[in-house]
């Protein structure tokens, strides 16, 4: 089972066109196979027609041969009947010859001839002397050798001859089923051949087809919820090939989108919480302008104005300062905490230029503290 997952894991990190040359390959090799099969099943089906043409030449050659040998037999007896010598050397010598040469014909094409020939010399020496008892008119000796060991000797070589037959037929029918057995096993190659490529050739398609499209569809589903707004999408990266590199993008595309998409509603709460500070602000201002247009008694006024700005502004502490007539000295006129009301009690006042609120007189000019100990132009 490990190695199994281990092969699928390898496969899996193959790019898309390496599957696909691994694929077209593999069925390059299994077509060259079945051609070297087919090749070899032609080839036998060469070596069977050569043998079937050889076992049909064999045939032939004895059936001629035994044809032969009947026409020299007709002949003897023919010229035994005509009892004329001359006659008979002339009708039995080329009927010999021609018995000879079909002799001679067979033994290239015929296997184990050995016995064949041995009947045919035996025939052959009754046949010759023949021809010179019959110029002597030694007829009553030619009619007897003809009925006795001439006549044996015909049969043997007949009997040889249909045992040539016999063996030529078998070699025939034995060399025509291997034919027929290799014709028939290289069609089989053949069809066996395109089945396989063409199950393979769909296998490979359906397999690259499914690898592209499967994914596809969940990243274009993924992409779907994501422009409903569900940016928390995540396509699973199962290989390493394009699209498993196309997969892994798209997640990195998500991932920056829902960053930005965060980034960009924080910066929208802060833009809006600012917003809504600076329109409270100027609210808080429209207020103290307000009063300072509606309130005529300067006292009341600068008290007014120091409680809509603690209230408004959110300040723990407030003060009015008001420059003398000299214009050297800053007087605390109103004072919203408890301890600047204790300082206004005690008439405190700052030179212009001392602390932080004397350089803001003297320079014209808002001066801000975050940290008011740490300024320098503190003045404990």
């Known amino acids: ?43 036998r089906l060469l070596q069977a027609n050569q043998a079937l043409a050889q ?36 009708i039995v010598q080329p009927a010999l010859t021609s018995f000879r040469n079909q002799q001679q014909a067979a033994d290239s094409v015929l296997e184990h001839t050995a016995s064949l020939d041995s009947a045919i010399a035996s025939l052959v020496s009754f046949v010759d002397p023949m021809t010179i008892q019959a110029q002597n008119n030694g007829w009553d000796l030619i009619q007897s050798n003809r009925l006795t060991r001439l006549n044996d000797s015909i049969r043997s070589v007949d009997v040889e001859i249909q045992a040539a037959i016999q063996d030529a037929r078998a070699g025939q029918t034995q060399a025509l089923l291997q034919a027929t ?4 096993a290289m069609q089989r190659n053949v069809i066996i051949a395109l089945a396989l490529a063409i199950f393979l050739g769909g296998a490979l398609v359906f397999t690259t087809i499914r690898s592209i499209t499967g994914p596809l569809q969940l990243i274009t589903s993924s992409a ?13 990266v199962e290989s390493q090939d394009e699209i498993g590199q196309m997969a892994t993008a798209f997640n990195q595309m998500a991932a920056d989108l829902k960053s930005l998409y965060t980034d960009m509603e924080g910066r929208i709460l802060e833009r809006t919480a600012t917003l809504e500070k600076l329109t ?19 006292n009341a006024l600068l008290l007014h104005v120091m409680e809509l700005i603690s209230q408004r502004f959110d300040f723990y502490h407030a003060g009015i300062f008001l420059l003398n007539d000299a214009r050297t000295e800053a007087v605390l006129q109103a004072a919203s905490s408890i301890p600047g009301k204790r300082m206004l009690a005690h008439n405190h006042r700052l030179r212009v230029g001392q602390g932080i609120v004397g350089h803001a007189i003297q320079e014209g000019e808002p001066r801000v503290s975050q940290i008011v100990r740490e300024d320098s132009a503190y003045y404990n």
């Open 280 to 298: 409270g602000d100027l609210r808080a201002s429209a207020d103290v302008a307000r009063a300072a247009t509606t309130i005529l008694e300067p």
């Open 55 to 90: 076992a049909s030449n064999a045939l032939q050659a004895a059936e001629e041969l035994s044809n032969a040998g009947q026409r020299l037999v007709t002949t003897i007896d023919e010229g035994i009947m005509l009892r004329d010598g001359q006659r008979f050397g002339q």
């Open 181 to 184: 057995e290799a014709q028939r």
């Open 1 to 43: 089972m490990h190695r199994i997952r281990q092969a699928f894991h390898i496969r899996l990190n193959l790019t898309l066109r390496s599957r696909l040359v691994i694929g077209y390959m593999g069925v390059l090799l299994l077509l060259a196979f079945f051609a070297e099969l087919s090749y070899l099943q032609f080839s």
């Open 224 to 236: 779907r919820e994501i422009a409903a707004g569900n940016l928390d999408q995540v396509v699973r």
